[in-house]
């Protein structure tokens, strides 16, 4: 048989006090002495006494959790935004739940539902790559639960979001790419489907434009942004015998795929082709060539969504916030894009 969950009764049988008395002394109310705190907190360590959160959100009104959607928390850049947010909520005594998407549409439906089911007070979610419908979003919103979304985001939600400036932070790199003296700089994207792609894509073509080079389609690669995919569309380009100079990825993990390949064939980087990624992510100073990359300052990011939930949380009833912050880039140079300097000391 399931053995009998602990309840405050039972640590009030226990100690001969009533099970209020329990329960503040739980929540560490002042108006309980310190020596009854201290015997209850014994008591409950000793039943091993579990909170049903669940249950106290239901009489409170609120659980002090907020979930978090993620597509991946493996990746550095996201596993920063989380920190980010429970700084913030942390010193506001609330905790956080994570749960990952997979960047699968019918698992990010599964987690939204999931953080409703324990009320959680607000949901904080960047949305998936193969993500075409918001229905288990805007549901969240006809609860007037609060939901904040960050770097993934979509206009077809009227919620707050935070985001940095991807058309700049593209802008930026292939304005670096061309400054070093590439003339033949190729995209790798997923402009159609992404949002933040969608910018970065835009910012590398308004660049060339600004700067006389003329556009080339078959410098864009498409594909979903992981490592071996910019192998492949390094591979591609190559076979294709298409002459590049330069690589602007949307994404560092493409980027280091692209580098790899390109020193498998012989070529030097960035002597042959320079290379920039975007997300600045941790490995990026440690790679060879260490690698030029637009920093996302992800952990501001979280700290902002996190400020942005409880501006939320705490708003007068029937008030709708619709704030969305966007957060400047910056351009990180290292050596997998500086040509000249490399051509200067040869």
Known sequence: MKPKKTTIHDIAEKLNVTASTVSRAL????????????????????????????????RSGKSHVIGII???????????VVRGVEEVANSLDY???????YEDPEKEVAAVNA??????????????????????????????IPLVLFDRTTNKLNTSQ?????????????????????????????????????????????????????????????????????RICVDNLLQANISFDGIFSASDYSAIGAIQTLKENGLGVPS????????????????????????????????????LFFDMLNAEKN????KKTVLQPELIIRNSSLRLQEKSVS
């Open 95 to 101: 905790r956080v739940v994570v749960i990952q998407s």
């Open 27 to 58: 929540k560490n109310n002042p108006r309980i002495s310190e020596a009854t705190k201290k015997v209850v907190l014994e008591m409950a360590d000793e039943l091993n006494y579990q909170p049903n959160h669940i249950a106290s959100a239901l």
């Open 319 to 322: 008030t709708i916030i619709t």
């Open 70 to 80: 993620v597509p991946r928390i493996n990746r550095a850049f996201f596993s920063s």
């Open 115 to 144: 953080l409703l089911n324990a009320r959680v007070d607000g949901i904080i979610a960047s949305l998936g790559k193969n993500t075409e419908s918001f229905e288990h979003y805007e549901n969240i919103l006809k609860k007037d």
């Open 162 to 230: 935070v985001v940095i400036d991807d058309y700049l932070g593209a802008y930026k790199a292939t304005v670096h790419l061309i400054e070093q003296g590439c003339r033949s700089i190729a995209h790798f994207t997923n402009y159609k489907r992404v949002n933040i792609y969608k910018e970065r894509y835009r910012g590398y073509v308004e660049a060339l434009k600004d700067h006389g080079i003329p556009f080339n389609e078959a410098l864009i690669c498409e594909s979903n942004m992981q490592l071996e995919d910019g």
């Open 272 to 307: 042959d082709v320079a290379v920039v990624g975007f997300s600045n992510d941790s490995f990026t100073s440690l790679t060879e060539p260490s690698m030029t990359s637009i920093d996302q300052f992800p952990i501001e990011m979280g700290e902002v969504a996190a400020q």
